[in-house]
Structure formats: structure tokens, C-alpha cells
């Protein structure tokens, strides 16, 4: 890796994740403004909302898995090639817990029993991708610092 490529590469990786975030707090935003608003829940919108942030997150994934962010970390510093596996093998896991979930809310209170119901299973659902997303960047950053290390 040269001196100017990883750095690149963290920063294209730190931006995507700043998209990603933006998505989140978005919806957490709307949360909080129909519960204090107390105007009912807006599964439909919830749903709109959420098909976005799939749509953002399935582009961050795709890019990964052409050989994005991950691919040159784990050439950069090979001990990593099985986490980097293992994080890519959660991409679809993600997405098809999105697509349940969208399912669900397109269904409206059939499939939950209240607007709080939705709010736990979302909030569940990006812990998880929180912690993805922070291997993620752990794996990059230390490839990098792998490189720097071989190259001083």
C-alpha cells in the first residue's frame, strides 16, 4: 500500500460511514418527533424511511465486496482475512433482516404490537450494524498501521 493510498482509503470508507450515519439519525429524528408529536405511529413512513437506509447500506456492501475497503486492508495485513470474511458474510444477513423488517412495517400493526415494538427491533438492528461498521473501520485502521509500521 502506498503512503497516500491508505489514507484514501480511510477516508473513503469514513465517508460512506458519515452517509450510513446520517441515514440512522434521520430515522432516529423522525422517532422522536412523532412521539413527541404523539400524532400516532407512521408505520408506512417508517417503512419509506427504512427501504432508504437498505438502499444506502446495500450500495456501502456492494462496494465492499468488489474488492472496496477490506481488500486491500487484508493485502496490507493478511492476519485479518478471516474477520474481513466474517464481516462480509453478515452483508446479506443485514439486508434480509432490512427486508423482514420492511415487510412488517408495510403491514402495519398486524405484524406489531405498537409503535414502541418497532422502535426496539430497529434499535436491536443497528447495534449490530454499529458494531459491523466499527470492525470494519478497526480492520482498515490496522492494516494501515500495519503498513506504516513495514514501511518505517
Known amino acids: 500500500m502506498s503512503e497516500k493510498r491508505p489514507q484514501e482509503l480511510l477516508q473513503m470508507l469514513s465517508d460512506e460511514h ?22 400516532g405511529p407512521k408505520y408506512e ?5 427504512v427501504r432508504g437506509l437498505r438502499e444506502v447500506l446495500a450500495a456501502h456492501f456492494a462496494s465492499e ?7 486491500p486492508a487484508v493485502d496490507a495485513a493478511p492476519r485479518f482475512s478471516a474477520s474481513a470474511k466474517q464481516l462480509e458474510s453478515e452483508h446479506a ?7 423482514r423488517f420492511i415487510g412488517r412495517l ?13 422502535r426496539a427491533d ?10 459491523h461498521e466499527a470492525d470494519e473501520m478497526s480492520i482498515v485502521r490496522q492494516a494501515i ?7 518505517g
Do not use: P
Open 93 to 99: 444477513q443485514f439486508l434480509n433482516t432490512l427486508d
Open 106 to 118: 408495510a403491514q402495519c400493526e398486524s405484524a406489531y404490537h405498537g409503535w414502541q415494538e418497532v
Open 18 to 39: 458519515d452517509v450510513l450515519l446520517k441515514q440512522i439519525a434521520d430515522l432516529r429524528q423522525f422517532w422522536s418527533e412523532v412521539s413527541q408529536l404523539g400524532k
Open 45 to 49: 413512513e417508517m417503512g419509506h424511511r
Open 122 to 131: 430497529f434499535e436491536d438492528f443497528m447495534q449490530h450494524l454499529d458494531q
Open 145 to 151: 498501521e500495519n503498513g506504516a509500521k513495514r514501511a
Open 65 to 71: 465486496e468488489e474488492g472496496g475497503y477490506l481488500a
